[in-house]
């Protein structure tokens, strides 16, 4: 090439998908990966039901399956979301105010590209990737957080929030992820209600992240942006990968709060609406699949079904993590990732785990080889000696140390057995070097 094109990266990496590599190098070293990196329900055994092939097949019946969407998506399902947030009677909505995206990764990477260079939305600590990723990729320098507080069940540190967006003022949005991943904490009513007076005292708008806001459960409850934002500006991110769960239809949508009340944030989602046009439409089929299996007899019962068993599985590894020494650990109630924070000071640099395969532990060291997190070492070495597969916390842009695993396998026996390897590899590794 006459020069260099390559456009100079931010340093960071999406653990999530960049341990797959390494992964599946131990895979032809003959080791069985147990995947728990990745919150796709259908890889971990979770089967469509036989309702929802059946309105998929008989979509593809359909002239207009084949054809291009609407830019915004859909007319029919568009209307049929607005009614479910109305129906709610907190705030109205339109059809016009949502907008189609092929998944949320996609949605979220148009949030933040459309947003000016120096200024800043403020997210959580620890946060998940993609949003991470877009704030960084957008601004080309590290996130603004508030602290999730392991010790506290996860609640985040709104005092702290209110400092910051006080202080910094190029702050000009506040991103929730409720249920929050990776830490699975549900925000409670009044929480929420403390972060929209925020935003409308200091003249901000609100992300509001809700992939998983119908999976919850242990008792626990939230609410939607839509009941509590007021006339605050704002956007909720859905989708259907996590709840159907279709995750491979890529289909996730923006609702759109109070544009009408605030020019500058009209002028922001229109310049979202112009990128979006550039590429024409998202994907016709799951949009049209969104009111028929949402309405359908079978749904809700299925929808409960599943989270009985996130519940059941949440609670199995609590009980086996929860007295540990280590580490520190909170009871999942939302979404369907359970998060494990080590004690401070507890990792080092020179501990290790047995890995009886030599070409294995071989790969494993030199990998370990190089400074890196203290986590991810220990992530690395619990994948060469077990195959199990899980993500550093530090990889989700915080100082704890830790892993995140996820609450989809099937198989209650095979989950406890994974739950009560990774203890007994904690405490092997930890001590190693005592």
Avoid at 102 to 113: E, H, K, P, V
Avoid at 219 to 236: A, F, Q, R
Avoid at 362 to 390: H, M, N, Q, W
Wanted: glycine share 6%.
């Amino acid at each position: 090439m006459r020069f260099d094109i390559a456009k100079s990266g931010s340093g960071l990496v999406y653990e999530i998908r960049h341990i797959v590599n390494v992964a599946n190098q131990l895979k032809k070293s003959g080791v069985e990966v147990v995947w728990e990196n990745i919150g796709d329900p259908v890889q971990k055994g979770e089967k469509v039901p036989e309702w929802m092939r059946e309105v998929l097949a008989d979509l593809l019946h359909e002239d207009c399956t084949y054809g291009y969407s609407p830019t915004k998506g859909m007319d029919a399902t568009r209307e049929f979301l607005a009614e479910k947030v109305n129906r709610r009677g907190k705030k109205q909505i339109t059809p016009e105010d949502i907008i189609f995206f092929n998944g949320l990764g996609d949605a979220i990477a148009r949030a933040y590209s459309a947003i000016r260079l120096d200024v800043r939305i403020i997210m959580p600590e620890p946060t998940y990737s993609t949003h991470l990723l877009a704030e960084v990729h957008h601004a080309s320098f590290p996130p603004n957080t508030y602290r999730m507080n392991p010790y506290c069940d996860w609640s985040p540190d709104i005092n702290e929030l209110e400092r910051k967006v006080k202080s910094h003022k190029a702050i000009v949005g506040i991103l929730v992820i409720n249920p929050d991943n990776p830490t699975g904490y549900v925000y409670p009513e009044e929480t929420l209600i403390r972060i929209v007076d925020i935003a409308r005292r200091y003249d901000l708008f609100l992300i509001f992240d809700e992939t998983y806001h119908n999976i919850v459960y242990n008792g626990k409850k939230t609410v939607p942006l839509s009941d509590i934002i007021g006339e605050v500006p704002g956007i909720s991110m859905k989708g259907i990968s996590k709840e159907f769960p279709w995750p491979g239809s890529r289909c996730g949508w923006m609702e759109i709060y109070n544009a009408d009340k605030d020019e500058i944030f009209a002028r922001y989602i229109d310049a979202i609406l112009t990128q979006k046009m550039s590429e024409v439409c998202s994907t016709t089929l799951p949009q049209m699949a969104i009111p028929r299996i949402m309405t359908h007899p079978q749904y809700q019962p299925y929808l409960q079904e599943r989270l009985r068993h996130y519940e059941k599985l949440s609670n199995i590894a609590y009980g086996v993590l929860k007295d540990l020494p280590y580490v520190m650990v909170n009871r999942t109630c939302g979404a369907f990732y359970m998060t494990v924070v080590f004690n401070e000071a507890v990792l080092n640099n020179r501990q290790r785990l047995p890995i009886s395969q030599e070409n294995v532990r071989t790969y494993i060291e030199s990998l370990v080889a190089e400074p890196i997190e203290f986590d991810k070492r220990f992530v690395y070495y619990l994948l060469g000696a077990t195959g199990i597969c899980v993500i550093p916390l530090t990889s989700f842009f915080t100082d704890l140390p830790g892993f995140r695993m996820t609450l989809l396998e099937r198989d209650e026996a095979k989950f406890e057995h994974v739950v009560r390897t990774l203890g007994e590899k904690i405490v092997q590794y930890v001590e190693s070097t005592r």
